[in-house]
């Protein structure tokens, strides 16, 4: 069945360093992809979506783009913020089916 | 809008007891549907509908049950709780099935099983 693997954390930034976050997937369609973000307590948003091949996600200075031919959308940032503390989702839509990475825990000390 | 509201937002129970966590959205969403979310497992997908009168079974279905009378409300019953229900629970609804369309999630439901 699909499934998604997301890099596992915790990751530990300071303040202005870059951020990769790996998610690869596997699915035997033609899947839309996202990354949803959970402050503690909160419930999960999301932060960006791609639903096609090559399309580029991206919001509040994060990006990630849709690579068919690597199975990827790993999720970036150039300068982190200690507001990004939080536990990040990589997940799948492929028809009524949604799945879910394990979750990243970033963490960005000022 | 409230969004997506789950109720409570905490509950203990004893093995064996029932209960029903409450969920219910305010945009007129046709989609919806219910994850648990454990330790190192992300979220797995419960139960789902596509509309009211409609559901079915997610990843992870044994042991829940889910009615959708109405296109606002998709509760999830325990008929026997047991302690490996023990989890986070969140409700989710979107516009549609579009692969585009993206969920909204509620606050969560923290269940504890004794």
């Known amino acids: 069945g699909d499934s998604v693997t997301q890099m596992e954390g915790p990751v530990t930034l300071s303040e202005e360093a870059f951020l990769t976050i790996n998610c690869t997937y596997t699915?035997?369609?033609?899947?839309?992809l996202f990354w949803y973000v959970q402050y503690p307590g909160e419930g999960l948003q999301l932060l960006l979506k791609?639903?096609?091949?090559?399309d580029k996600g991206s919001n509040k200075g994060f990006e990630a783009t849709y690579r068919k031919e690597t199975t990827s959308f790993h999720l970036e940032k150039g300068s982190v913020q200690v507001s990004d503390s939080a536990v990040y989702f990589c997940?799948?839509?492929?028809?009524?089916?949604?799945?879910f990475g394990a979750g990243t825990r970033l963490t960005v000390k000022p | 809008n409230a969004g997506v509201t789950q109720t409570p937002k905490f509950q203990v129970l004893k093995t064996g007891q029932s209960m029903t966590l409450q969920c219910a959205q305010d945009?007129?969403?046709?989609?919806m549907s219910w994850y648990r979310q454990d330790p190192g497992m992300g979220l797995r997908l419960i139960h789902y509908?596509?509309?009211?009168?409609?559901?079915d079974q997610g990843e992870v279905p044994n042991g829940y049950n889910v009615s959708r009378s109405t296109t606002e409300d998709f509760p999830l019953r325990l008929l026997s709780a047991a302690p490996s229900q023990t989890s986070v629970y969140f409700c989710?609804?979107?516009?549609?099935?579009?692969?585009?369309?993206?969920?909204?999630f509620g606050p969560g439901t923290r269940l504890l099983v004794l």
């Open positions: 989710a609804s979107s516009p549609g099935l579009d692969l585009q369309e993206t969920q909204y």
């Open positions: 699915a035997t369609g033609y899947p839309s």
């Open positions: 791609a639903t096609k091949a090559d």
């Open positions: 997940a799948l839509k492929d028809n009524n089916d949604m799945r």
């Open positions: 945009m007129n969403h046709e989609y």
């Open positions: 509908s596509v509309g009211a009168g409609i559901t």
